[in-house]
């Protein structure tokens, strides 16, 4: 079994037993989700599996989309657009996003959060979380924009 597999065997367990009942669509839609590293939104999604499951519509992506989310196999990344995307890495970690192209990529740097006791010291919150994105262009742009 490689990662992914193992993943996915986790992510079906899960399911299983969040009480959640696997069709084959989901199955296909949680396979993608662990496969593309990509953070996809749920149109590029629905484009992937459409010649698979010819009867699906975005609706049911969005909705099996909904599903994961409930039981917290993915995170919904919204950024102010219509469109949301998906991510399945649900440890804690930040993304570098591309003016370009709008790739993003995950990266790890813990020692950020000690910015939460800081917040919570300073401010008297009760902090749940935080977000950042840095922005720039991805190595891909850089080569094209190089030619
Ligand atoms: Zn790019
Ligand atoms: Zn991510």
Same mark, same amino acid.
């Given at each position: 079994?490689?990662?992914? +597999?193992?993943?996915? %065997?986790?992510? #079906?367990?899960?399911?299983? $037993?969040?009480?959640?009942? #696997?069709?084959? %669509?989901?199955?296909?839609?949680?396979?993608?989700?662990?496969?593309?590293?990509?953070? !996809?939104?749920?149109?590029? #999604? @629905?484009?992937?599996?459409?010649?698979?499951? !010819?009867?699906?519509?975005?609706?049911?992506?969005?909705?099996?989309?909904?599903?994961?989310? +409930?039981?917290?196999?993915?995170?919904?990344?919204?950024?102010? +657009?219509? $469109?949301?995307?998906? +991510?399945?890495?649900?440890?804690? &970690? @930040? &993304?570098? #996003?591309?003016?370009?192209? /709008?790739?993003?990529?995950?990266? &790890?740097? !813990?020692?950020?959060?000690?910015?939460?006791?800081?917040?919570? %010291?300073?401010? /008297?919150?009760?902090? $749940?979380? &935080?977000?950042?994105?840095?922005?720039?262009?991805? $190595?891909?742009?850089?080569?094209?924009?190089?030619?």
């Amino acid at each position: 079994m490689t990662v992914s +597999d193992h993943r996915l %065997q986790d992510a #079906i367990d899960t399911l299983k $037993s969040s009480g959640v009942r #696997i069709t084959p %669509q989901r199955h296909a839609v949680l396979e993608f989700l662990l496969n593309a590293m990509t953070h !996809p939104t749920a149109d590029e #999604i @629905y484009k992937a599996l459409e010649s698979k499951f !010819p009867n699906m519509s975005v609706a049911t992506v969005y909705n099996n989309l909904r599903v994961f989310k +409930d039981i917290g196999l993915v995170r919904e990344l919204t950024y102010g +657009d219509s $469109s949301s995307r998906f +991510d399945c890495n649900t440890s804690d &970690h @930040y &993304h570098a #996003i591309c003016n370009n192209c /709008g790739k993003i990529v995950d990266f &790890h740097y !813990p020692s950020l959060n000690e910015v939460e006791s800081l917040a919570e %010291q300073v401010t /008297g919150f009760d902090v $749940s979380h &935080h977000r950042m994105e840095v922005y720039g262009t991805c $190595s891909k742009c850089q080569t094209e924009m190089a030619h």
